[in-house]
């Protein structure tokens, strides 16, 4: 196998799901590329060092320029805050490196775009991490759509619900709070947590052409974590709206940090002409199956255990009937990015096409400020 040195630029949450993806893929998937962690960044030493020894880093950097000059380094993977995704991918594409960028792709399309650019000037093998693709039963999903099970879609809705922002005392920034600072994470739910339903929906049922939303910031002061200071709340705590697909589908999509009892709720379900599909986070190796051409006395859903080995990936894990979990599909989305390198061929979402996702969020919130529905613009 060729030796693939890997950069990764951040030690937080993300970072150790990559990490782990890093570690593992070669153990599971016969691939041309072998991948090799050579340096890790953080701008705290300490925490770099620690990453390092944890997750068999090589080297150790502070400043990510400096990591992204480096020439023994091939491949940089960004999992560092929003606001910092553009300046890292742009500069790591005039190096001359393979990306692979955490989601969302920006903060904005606006910012996005420019991010597109560069990789595609630069010629260089890019993927944005919307691993929820990834998962054995979205993907057989995928399947069963593109088999035409299905048949002409009327309906997709998902929603993505979580609790953990309920309380007013929560501070907004820094390093374990980015998410609700609005300079910083571009957006709230939307990009956050929507940015997967639509990525997942525009796979699963092409594209989005128009939305009419609406979003609501229900603590609208908080102390700021870095300033200490109590400051204005820009990022949505909710967010909800109806999307018209290109295929004539209609959909809904709902999100927010509000629903006590949930910690990450995502579902989505499609209904067609001749069938329906179902799929829950919390139960993400199982998917809900109702196929109206079965026998009317035995009709009804069905649960198929996506575990068998000729299930989407499931042949390079168990046996069948053992089940896998959310860090797998890191390891997967990896294993087709560099399958699609070794092909030449580039495996999805690239900076591309995650460009489509952040039009559809930028309409959304666009849409919430106009009370107006919002065409989608194209991401050409």
């Not at 940090?257 to 990450?264: I, L, P, S, V």
Request: proline share 3%; aromatic share 10%.
């Amino acid at each position: 196998m060729k030796a693939l040195n890997v950069g990764l630029i951040g030690t937080g949450f993300m970072g150790r799901a990559h990490a782990n993806a890093i570690r593992k893929v070669n153990n599971f998937f016969d691939l041309e590329y072998q991948l090799v962690p050579k340096a890790v960044c953080s701008h705290d030493a300490a925490r770099a060092k620690a990453f390092a020894a944890r997750w068999g880093y090589e080297s150790c950097e502070t400043d990510w320029r400096r990591l992204v000059a480096r020439k023994d380094i091939d491949l940089v993977d960004i999992t560092l805050p929003n606001d910092m995704h553009r300046e890292v991918a742009t500069a790591a594409a005039q190096a001359g490196k393979m990306i692979l960028c955490e989601k969302p792709l920006a903060r904005t399309g606006a910012e996005a775009l420019p991010m597109v650019k560069a990789v595609e000037k630069a010629r260089v093998p890019n993927m944005v991490s919307y691993n929820y693709r990834r998962i054995p039963a979205v993907t057989l999903a995928r399947q069963l759509i593109d088999e035409g099970r299905l048949g002409r879609i009327y309906h997709y809705r998902a929603k993505f619900l979580q609790d953990w922002t309920i309380s007013k005392d929560l501070p907004q920034g820094g390093p374990g709070l980015w998410r609700l600072d609005v300079k910083v994470a571009g957006s709230g739910v939307t990009g956050d947590l929507l940015a997967h339903c639509i990525d997942t929906a525009l796979w699963l049922n092409g594209s989005i052409e128009q939305v009419t939303g609406m979003t609501e910031t229900f603590v609208k002061q908080r102390k700021h974590a870095l300033s200490g200071k109590v400051e204005k709340v820009g990022i949505d705590d909710a967010c909800a709206f109806l999307a018209r697909f290109k295929n004539g589908s209609l959909g809904t999509f709902e999100s927010t940090r509000y629903a006590r009892g949930h910690k990450a709720l995502y579902t989505f379900e499609i209904n067609g002409e001749h069938a329906s599909i179902f799929w829950d986070l919390h139960d993400l190796h199982r998917l809900q199956y109702f196929d109206h051409h079965d026998e009317g006395r035995v009709r009804g859903w069905r649960s198929i255990h996506v575990t068998d080995g000729d299930h989407p990936y499931m042949g390079k894990w168990w046996v069948p009937g053992l089940q896998i979990g959310y860090e797998h599909s890191f390891v997967h989305q990896l294993a087709d990015f560099l399958e699609g390198v070794a092909k030449g061929k580039p495996a999805g979402p690239t900076f591309r096409e995650a460009l489509e996702t952040q039009y559809v969020c930028d309409a959304v919130l666009k849409s919430a400020k106009t009370s107006r529905w919002e065409v989608v613009p194209k991401a050409r």
